[in-house]
């Protein structure tokens, strides 16, 4: 099983700043199989990125993915009030789903 | 509107058994895999079962296999999770997910609470 972990587990940053969130994988990812989730209090996971970098429908340009192998990124590049949430990477592989521990982004 | 609505939780003893649903509208829903996600008080999201748009390939994780069936209805454009033989640990929001090319979940419900508690 292909473990990933997220860092930090929490970001403390101000409306405007950029947001850098690290997920790494335990073994090389597919870049095609590796995707964002933004998840609210009470609310089920929003659908961010897929492919590593492409944007899901309706998701700002602000939001932006990178990475290989086993090294992926999530910036957000000018935090917005909405943008204060947990987010999740995931990735695909072997028949199985696996999510990050998750990290979540809150106002400083 | 696409959507996804689940329900069937609630409250039930360790050992006993539950059966979740997820009703699908705005879709084609048969032309979708499918999957459960859950996400324990606190803690994260685990990925629990998939079924594919014909209900043929089904997968599970191993905290649930032998203890868990996935299944849809396509006539009725629902999906399905029985759980049995329910623990502590499987305490958690259970999200039906809508599986876009195989390998992420592009469409959540709003989850269904399952308590596994004496």
């Known amino acids: 099983e292909t473990v990933l972990t997220q860092s930090p587990g929490t970001l403390s940053l101000s409306p405007g700043e950029r947001a850098t969130l690290s997920c790494r994988a335990s073994?090389?990812?597919?870049?095609?199989?590796l995707a964002w989730y933004q998840q609210k209090p009470g609310q089920a996971p929003r659908f961010l990125i897929y492919a590593t970098s492409i944007r899901a429908t309706g998701i700002p340009d602000r939001f932006s993915g990178s990475g290989s192998g086993t090294e992926f990124t999530l910036t957000i590049s000018r935090l917005a009030p909405e943008d204060f949430a947990v987010y999740y990477c995931?990735?695909?592989?072997?028949?199985?789903?696996?999510f990050g521990q998750g990290t979540k982004v809150e106002i400083k | 509107e696409e959507q996804l609505v689940d329900s069937g939780g609630g409250l039930v003893q360790p050992g006993g058994s539950l059966k979740l649903s997820c009703a699908a509208s705005g879709f084609t829903f048969s032309t979708y895999s499918m999957s459960w996600v859950r996400q324990a008080p606190g803690k994260g999201l685990e990925w629990v079962s998939f079924?594919?748009?014909?209900?043929?390939?089904?997968y599970y994780a191993d905290s649930v296999r032998g203890r868990f069936t996935i299944s849809r209805d396509n006539a009725e454009n629902s999906l399905y999770l029985q759980m049995n033989s329910l623990r502590p640990e499987d305490t958690a929001v259970y999200y039906c997910a809508r599986t876009w090319r195989e390998n992420t979940f592009d469409m959540w419900g709003p989850g269904t609470m399952v308590t596994v508690s004496s």
């Open positions: 995931q990735q695909y592989g072997s028949s199985q789903w696996t």
């Open positions: 073994q090389s990812v597919s870049s095609n199989y």
């Open positions: 079924v594919s748009s014909s209900g043929t390939t089904i």
